[in-house]
């Protein structure tokens, strides 16, 4: 039956909200709520990307009606045997492709976009089933919804869907196999699918006969682009144009849609005209689909959006023990309370005994998501805990900018965070030869871990969607941190398999779960750490761990490792530094010109001076394979003198600092005062240009080489920073380190947050766009147009290195380093219109649109194509580059923003701008 054709898909506008339970974290349809929901944005997971918008670009396919036929297709060959149900939703149609009832690309096309989604947590069967949320709710359809924890089929089932020439009684028959009623629900069903849809003369070119419609297509209603009521509006006034009714001559006998709306003298498709109780029959007819399942599948409680989510909760050792750092984001909805009423959002933690601890974890804004109904605002934390008192839970406390707050306890569980088994990522690796090594830490008192790997496997050529398959690896005992044992394995990927596979470490009733490879890095780190120089930074006062240094003629750098464990002594050698102070973790480096020539170094010794050292200090320079126990050796220091700290030198920024008047240690080697500071932005630029394929030592040597005393007797060279001005890329002007907040964004087009950021990913993402601008070390924005006023800020505060190239520098904490292509034709403009004006970027929303006379989709959409669709409706408005709304009055509530957000250029015009998502470019009559 029609369920069978290709299809064209639309968008209606309506939404009813589904009652909202509040879901207690964590939950195991985790994974699929973030598919559900985070369609845009950070975090964004684009399993909504082919059906968005409904009316998806390409003629002979629209993934939205696919969607929900594939849903119908695998739920539609269940069977009842003495009883019990076989089959269902089960995904049972990835086997059966070849079957002729499943003829055409559309189940083939559907397969491929879901199989990059299957995982442990989300099977092919409830991606099957979201997909008719995504698909429905993408067309202005209402919320279907949906559980989780259906159970994928290992093999094909039986055959059963119902085909076009059948005879009324046979649909019959197959509805009421299906659990539907005759003839009621199996008409509200049909109705429902084929709201959106069309019949393709490729498939069936007796009932829509080649050239008899534009594109060869017979739309099922006159809204090919709505999940509406016409279908049935038009049936009932006897002036549709659906094939299915209407086919004459030898497509008569396929008119099965006839055959079945008529089946009860149209009693209950003349009930489906009215829009409300459309949307709710296709909401109660869609989840119904969805839920049948095999007798012993239990599905899970209604995934609805939690209000507070935390991701990547992730503790790690640092300082040989003594400390964690804890890691991770909070997700919070931002759908009735606006992320811009939110001034801050903090951590409150209980500790191993279940005791409050007093300071709170702060968070820094990492950007903003939505998804059809939602949105969502992110907050990123990184503190330091004792291991000793370590975490058990936290809460999250919200400031409202009013000064109220709130408190949020997971349902009054609070989020538990458990340190007894941790997953390193430290000493854990993927190399090229796709050996996984991962070193897991156990608190002493629990049983030896295992690591357990997920990998998706091919399978043979019919079969579009891999196998899962898990393994279990024993862990083999390493050394000892603290309270913490670690605890190692290896796992060897075969084929393709690295890419996709999601691993764990688990212990007893503890895991550290779905960690995927791809942040892994290539080469693991031994045990011992690997080293990071961090400038002291330049801020006042001084920081508390440099007050007992002092010199008047030196440079003090920390160093310190970028991990955590620091298991073994070693010995740095050289001339012209000196030592002052060692913990477990970091020391100092003094330079100085009569300095001491060797240094040991013991994890053992004091800690007096260094025990502040801050995360917030900025790293530059990070050996990946130092091995704290080689020797860094006289050589290799002395063979390379290349740079001054001269402060008449304009390549180097110092500041003064007021020379402290603490105390030194006992453990300080030098006593004058520290009068010169190298800046952060001078080490940047300076690591640019020296630490190329450099081993770790002379990586080294590049700073330890010389003297910083301002006579410049044992300096032989000056460098020049790579630019004075900040740093270059080919082919754009660097605009400068602008600010940029979560709440302020500089640049709305388009962003992402990636692992592999750096200027060429970030310019090759944004291509098209007139700037790209790198934050954060991991984010990229692209945008057209600078914020008026751009607000400028010194270089130096853009110092954060970039996640996916360590001699670039992408911007900071709210500080964006941006440029500006060469290349690129001017920025987009809002153009003038005859007898209109343009009155500003508006608010809109697909389920409470604006401008709701009459509407146009277009891939061809200028902004004079939208006002001449409009013929002379006091507004016309256009939105996600290819959407125009027309109006004459404002039907919802809508505010003006900032003209940046209306950031998309027209699809068929890109001198011109047309909205963004859920923003509308408005034009009023003069
Ligand atoms: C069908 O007929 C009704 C009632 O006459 C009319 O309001 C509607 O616009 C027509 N629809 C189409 C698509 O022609
Ligand atoms: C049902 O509606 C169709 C289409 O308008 C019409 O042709 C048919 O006569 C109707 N049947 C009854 C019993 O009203
Ligand atoms: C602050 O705003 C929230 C949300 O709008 C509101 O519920 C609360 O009552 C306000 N508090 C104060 C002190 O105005
Ligand atoms: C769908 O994919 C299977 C397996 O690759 C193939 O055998 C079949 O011909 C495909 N069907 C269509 C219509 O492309
Ligand atoms: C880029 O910078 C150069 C040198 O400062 C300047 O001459 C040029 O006009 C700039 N280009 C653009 C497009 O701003
Ligand atoms: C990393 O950055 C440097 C300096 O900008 C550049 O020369 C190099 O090509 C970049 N590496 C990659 C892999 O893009
Ligand atoms: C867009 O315009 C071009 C040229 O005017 C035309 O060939 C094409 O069919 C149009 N495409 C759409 C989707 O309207």
Redesign the pocket.
């Known amino acids: 039956m029609i369920w069978r054709y290709p299809a064209l898909a639309g968008l209606l506008l309506m939404g009813q909200q589904y009652a909202m339970s509040a879901p207690t974290w964590p939950s195991p349809t985790d994974e699929l709520e973030d598919l559900m929901l985070l369609n845009s944005g950070y975090r964004s997971r684009g399993f909504s990307a082919p059906v968005i918008p409904c009316s998806a ?1 390409g ?1 002979n396919r629209i993934a939205a009606a696919e969607w929900i036929r594939t849903a119908f297709h695998d739920m539609a060959t269940v069977t009842r045997v003495d009883g019990p149900l076989i089959g269902g939703l089960d995904a049972s149609i990835v086997f059966e492709t070849k079957n002729s009832e499943n003829a055409g690309a559309a189940f083939n096309n559907t397969l491929t976009e879901y199989a990059p989604f299957i995982s442990s947590q989300t099977s092919m069967a409830d991606l099957i089933s979201l997909g008719v949320y995504t698909a429905t709710r993408s067309c202005g359809g209402p919320i279907v919804p949906i559980r989780g924890g259906h159970v994928d089929a290992t093999e094909a089932g039986p055959q059963g869907v119902p085909r076009p020439e059948s005879p009324l009684s046979t649909f019959q028959n197959q509805f009421s196999r299906m659990g539907f009623t005759t003839n009621e629900q199996m008409i509200q069903f049909t109705v429902c699918g084929h709201t959106i849809g069309g019949v393709h003369s490729a498939n069936f070119p007796t009932v829509v006969p080649e050239g008899s419609v534009p594109n060869d297509y017979g739309l099922l209603d006159s809204t090919s682009a709505g999940f509406d009521s016409n279908i049935a509006t038009e049936f009932v006034n006897g002036n549709t144009t659906n094939p299915l009714v209407v086919a004459t001559g030898m497509g008569a006998e396929l008119t099965s849609d006839k055959r079945v709306f008529m089946a009860d003298n149209n009693v209950t498709i003349k009930t489906m005209q009215d829009p409300t109780m459309f949307a709710n029959v296709c909401q109660a007819m869609f989840q119904k689909m969805v839920e049948i399942v095999p007798s012993t599948v239990t599905l899970t409680d209604i995934v609805t959006p939690y209000d507070i989510k935390p991701y990547d909760l992730q503790l790690t050792l640092l300082d040989g023990g003594s400390k964690f750092e804890f890691t991770g984001d909070i997700r919070i909805r931002t759908t009735t309370r606006s992320a811009t009423s939110i001034s801050q959002v903090q951590l409150i933690y209980r500790d191993r005994t279940g005791a409050k601890v007093s300071t709170p974890i702060k968070t820094t804004s990492k950007g903003t998501a939505s998804g059809f109904d939602d949105q969502f605002s992110f907050y990123g934390f990184s503190a330091q805990i004792p291991t000793h008192t370590s975490i058990s839970s936290f809460t999250v406390l919200i400031t409202l900018t009013n000064g109220s707050t709130e408190t949020w306890d997971n349902n009054g569980n609070g989020f538990k965070v458990d340190d007894t088994v941790i997953y390193h990522a430290p000493q854990s690796c993927l190399d090229s030869s796709g050996k996984l090594t991962v070193v897991a830490a156990v608190r002493n008192s629990a049983s030896s871990p295992s690591l357990n790997v997920v990998v998706k496997t091919p399978r043979p050529s019919a079969i579009l969607v891999p196998a899962l398959s898990t393994s279990s690896v024993p862990m083999t005992i390493q050394s000892a941190i603290g309270v913490y044992q670690l605890y190692s394995a290896s796992y060897s990927f075969s084929g393709s398999q690295a890419q996709s596979a999601v691993f764990g470490v688990s212990a007893g009733n503890s895991a550290d779960n779905y960690k995927n490879t791809n942040r892994l890095k290539s080469v693991c780190s031994s045990l011992a750490p690997s080293w990071t120089w961090k400038p002291i930074p330049s801020s006042s006062p001084l920081p508390a761990y440099a007050t007992s240094i002092n010199s008047s003629s030196s440079t003090v750098f920390v160093l310190s490792p970028s991990t955590t464990v620091l298991t073994s002594a070693f010995t740095m050698v050289g001339s012209n530094f000196s030592v002052s102070s060692t913990q477990a973790s970091s020391l100092t480096v003094i330079l100085s010109p009569s300095a001491s020539t060797s240094t040991s170094f013991s994890p053992s010794s004091s800690s007096s001076i260094l025990s502040s050292v801050t995360s917030s200090a900025n790293s530059f320079l990070t050996t990946s394979s130092a091995n704290v126990s080689s020797s860094i050796t006289s050589s290799s220091i002395a063979s390379s003198s290349t740079w001054s700290t001269s402060s008449s030198s304009s390549a180097l920024q110092l500041s003064s600092y007021p020379s402290s008047s603490t105390t030194p240690s006992s453990s300080t080697t030098s006593s004058a005062n520290v009068s010169s500071w190298i800046t952060s932005s001078t080490m940047a630029s300076y690591s640019t240009s020296s630490t190329s394929n450099s081993s770790s030592a002379l990586q080294l040597s590049s700073y330890l080489s010389s003297s910083t005393t301002s006579s410049s007797s044992t300096t032989s060279s000056t460098p020049t920073p790579s630019s004075p001005s900040g740093p270059g890329f080919a082919g754009y002007n660097y605009t400068g380190c602008l600010a940029d907040s979560i709440y302020d964004r500089t640049f709305t087009a388009k962003g992402q947050t990636v692992d592999t950021n750096s200027y060429e990913t970030c310019s090759a993402f944004c291509s098209g766009y007139m700037y790209f601008g790198v934050e954060y070390g991991s984010e990229c924005y692209c945008g057209n147009a600078l914020p008026v006023p751009a607000v400028l800020h010194k270089d130096i505060e853009c110092n954060k290195v970039c996640t996916g190239n360590s001699t670039q520098t992408c911007g900071g904490d709210n500080r964006m380093s941006v440029f500006q292509s060469l290349t690129l034709h001017p920025p987009p403009t809002n153009p003038s219109i005859p007898g209109y004006k343009y009155v500003g970027c508006h608010t809109d929303r697909v389920s409470s649109r604006v401008l709701s006379d009459t509407w146009l989709f ?3 959409m200028t902004v004079s194509m939208c006002s001449q669709f409009c013929g002379g409706k006091k507004y016309f408005g256009l939105e996600f580059a290819e959407e125009c709304f027309c109006g004459d009055v404002f039907g919802n509530a809508s505010s003006v923003v900032e003209e940046r957000q209306c950031s998309m250029e027209c699809v ?1 015009d890109q001198k011109s701008f047309c909205g963004a998502a859920n923003r509308l470019s408005v034009w009023s009559k003069t």
């Open positions: 670009p003629e277009s891939h061809n068929g």
